[in-house]
């Protein structure tokens, strides 16, 4: 198997941090409890997504200014794989809202926000699906995938801080810094962070390459 | 005598001379869009009617003759009546546009000047329904308002804020194949964080809240306003180009 360096560095994080993440000793903590496991795996995911769908929007701009095929379909790629880390964290965060909040869903800012952010991208794939001409669907995504970001930003950012949240980091709970500061979280949260962001790059360019193949195929033919 | 013109001044000029380029534009398109309402009224009747028996469903179905709706409740009622409303007067903004119009336009006139004026026309509309839709949802519904006006504020800043954000979004939904589902789908998630600051805003003038309470609300609702706008200007062009 011959894979570039980076991914092996992928494979090596994720293995380093499932194990450890799983065995090693966390910090005992009032309601958390072993829940607290659950930072390397949520928490890395909306780190994965904003990160993968800021890759989406940057080729999104690239296709108006340059309006190449491969552009578009690392775009719309980015943003699949994008939908994909969001479910996954709103998943993990859900499980984890059981346990420590008594219920999977209880309207919290932060809960509301990652699902309408959700939504925005669902919207992004129907409209994508809504064009028959390949050059105006890629186009009008594109301008839909910017200002949909833009408008996300302020959603997921700023909305919730306006507000009262049950989320770690807001109002008066245990701050996400308050364990941040144990030197056995940090030494496998921001590996976590890394293994799984670079995962998604992998998974957005497979997808990318095969699909770049598939329309090569489709032209031949 | 010649006079020697400065480059940066010739410059200056230029672009001042573009900006009014931009404003002429925008107010002739304004006028025309006015002047076509005008013609064709059958159009804002329909709309109005929509708000009409949208508020007069809502008093049917919440058989309101023996009792008010609580105020959480009426604020909610009312500011998704006008979201529906909103989403259904916009849309038809770029649709109803023809083919050949839409050519003309294309060759007279800057796209910054066509979507400013839509914006600024859809403004002008929304607030008039919200206006309308308030007065009937008031007389018919019931009227619990304490600080009037704090929510007609509100209701400007919400007629504003959902005009900026659908008129772009019809643009796009109106190069598609089904407008009507597609407008509301793309235009539902983009708009929710300014319906909930809305909401909060006007549930605090219906309680007679001190203004200094909304501040906050109303300044991340002109924020968010901002974005959008800025970013429909930018992007625009672009949509106008295909």
Redesign the interface.
Known sequence: MKLSWWKWLTIALLLYTVAKGMLQDVPRLAILNETIRNLYFHVPMWFGMILILLVSVVYSILY?RNPLVKHDIVAVQAANVGILFGVLGIVTGMEWAKFTWGEYWSNDPKQNGAA??L??YF?YL??RG???DH??RA??S???N???F??L???LF??PR?TDSLHPGNGGNPGFNAYDLDARLRAVFYPAVLGWTLLGVWMVSVRARLEVLKQQLYENV | MTQIIHPHSFVLYLCRKEEKVLLKEVIYLMQKDFVLEWRQKYAFNGMLLYVGSTVFICYLSFSLRFGALEVPVWNALYWIILLFTAVNAIAKGFAQESRGRLLYYYSVVSPQGVIVAKMLYNAALMLILALLCFAFYAIVIGNPVQDVGMFLLTICLGAIGFASSLTMISGIAAKAANTGTLMAVLSFPVMVPMLLMLMKMSKNAIDGLDASASFDEAMSLLAINMIVITVSYILFPYLWRS
């Open positions: 108006l309408i952010g939504l925005i919207a129907i409209l809504s064009f028959q050059q105006q186009r009008i594109a301008i839909y910017i200002f949909a833009a408008a930003i302020p959603l700023i909305l306006l």
